[in-house]
């Protein structure tokens, strides 16, 4: 077992989860899916067992959850849902293939989210692969309104067969073309999805180092990156984006785009903030419209991140010259974050560019672009629609 491991399971304080239920010796997936109030989970469980069997066993951990303030019907769902899941464990029954429900109704939090149920199913998760001695084994996340592909086990399991690989993000897609053109939802759920692949796009056109997706629903990484990156957070909604973060610095990424995850287009209140809010927001408003940052807002930020090599081999004289030639907002907000502060240590703790690099994104990381695009389209920049961005974007992809 790999020391961060140990230690991380050492200082661990949720609750083990799966009691006496023995892990199949050889098992190198294990697929985790928090379930609050989900009474059609049986069609995600049943797209993964109707999925394509991987070469080595596979563990589905379902844990149905609720909060000691849950309201009483959502407690008669998740039994009913718990005791359907106990009947298709039995069912589908194999050393090669277990479906493991796990359940509690007693979470203590202000409200309800993925992030500590999330969280206890990748301990879960981890302390199932110390048991084995697998750090390597492949944690796999999704929700309980998703279905996925035939070959989504398989083609995790052969993404991981690459030993440098250490987290996977995955293809996704809410599917909506059931419903009519003219739906809200279907008109809400697009522009969302079209937000989200415009933010994709933007962070790799700027030139960010680790510009892929961070849904909650698809991605997985091996277990000793887990114990690593310290494990889950606990919040009520972003836990996947901050935990990402973390782990993405730690090793090789792949996105994988020969399966895809189909999560459920719906309108939520559960959490502060998300696809489900999104959604809401914009039927509730009665304003099918998505607005976001500005592609300038990005073709600003494209300039700093060009100069990264020049900013290790120059002064301090000839950076303060560089920053003045940067449009005037990003000046601001560089000045306001002390930019010069952090370049001057940086600089002065590294050896080479390589390493210049790395703890440059360190600082100028996915949440300080965050905080910038929000300053910035404060006073100085205006949203825009996120259909003419998106076209912009995709314009300079395909030169």
Known sequence: MLIATKRYLEKLKTPVLSGNKVISVGTETIVTIPCYNEPDIHKTIQSLINCEKPDCPVEILVLVNAYMHSPQQVLEVNRQTYSELQSLAEKYYSDSFKIIPLYTEQLEARCTGAGIPRKMLMDEALRRFASIDKDNGIIVSLDADCTVDKNYLREIEMTFRDEEICVATIEFHHPVEHLATNDPLRQSMELYELYLHYFHKALKYVGYPYPYYTIGSAMAFRASVYSRAGGMGKQAAGED???????????????????????AARFSDRVPFGTGPALQKMVSENKIEKMTYSFESFQALKSLFDKIDTLYSCGESDVNNLLVSFPDFLQEFLQLDHFMEHWSEIKSNVSNVHFFRKRFFHFFNAFKIVKYLNFVHQEKLSLKDVRTEYEKVLKIENK
């Open 241 to 263: 984006f901050y935990f990402l973060q973390k782990v993405f610095p730690l090793g090789k990424t792949k996105h994988i785009d020969t399966t895809k995850v189909y999560p």
